[in-house]
């Protein structure tokens, strides 16, 4: 399998005590280590990526916020440092040189190590950490460049992924799937968001649930989703803050969760699976899950 990823990530730099940190990317290759995939650098996005998602307006605003030095606030907890639009950029690139790995048939399953993350970001607005809607972006390049016809995104990050069910809530090609611990930030995800073809499965569920309440919910509603979908291609939106020791929510979960949870993902698609990292902010707790969640996608990818 392949694992991408670039030593731009660590130039978009946060304020001191801010979650999503630098010091993440550390935490990640520790759950990589010792693991036998291959690596690759995410290359630098074209504008054009960004734009199947964001007005031209929006993406002029954010290259324009970049500080030639210190940081520029974009809402309560989203920041711009001199590195962050490239970093942001290379996250986009990585995830379509992935899904252009997996579609052509050079490889079955990829993880896109990159940062800032994507799934907070609207159409118009940067949130939540997020610039970028990096796998929304994913999913339009399979099926607009690809030519695919069906294409599913599942977010398993503990908040829910307000910003690709904005982007994708009117792409009838793409079934859009979401778990989250509700009531959290950022308040959406509610069941009856479904989309304008309703092709949306938003699944709350409650804070101190654990793993059970998760395995149960989707061998019981997301599994069987997925199976009359049919897609020909999942994205993952790999965010580990659903963990017992994250400092930012409450849903219990273990990494073998992760574990259980990433190999049954592997039984769509024909096992074509592109995940890409989104939350997890307790460190030892993101390498340990990253460490479940790629050895599974190595080891379904051979």
Partial sequence: MLVFTHEAFAGHVTPRGHPE???????????????PVERRDCPLADEAEVLRCHPPGYLARVKAAVPSDG??????DTFLSPGSFEAAMRAVGGICAAVDAVVSGEEKTAFVAGRPPGHHAERETAMGFCLFGTVAIAA???LDHHGLGRVAVVDFDVHHGNGTQDLLWDEGRCLFVSSHQMPLYPGSGRPEERGAHGQMLNVPLRAGSGGRAMRE???GVVFPALAAWEPELLLIS???????DDPLAGLEWQAEDYRWLTGRLCDFAGGRV???LEGGYDLDALAASVAAHVAVLEERGR
């Fill in 274 to 276: 592109v995940s890409s």
């Fill in 217 to 219: 919910v989707y061998e």
């Fill in 71 to 76: 940081w520029t606030q974009l809402d309560a």
């Fill in 140 to 142: 339009k390049r399979a």
């Fill in 238 to 244: 790999a965010g580990f803050d659903a963990h017992a």
């Fill in 21 to 35: 940190r630098v010091e993440r990317l550390a935490a990640v290759e520790r759950g990589l280590a010792g693991l």
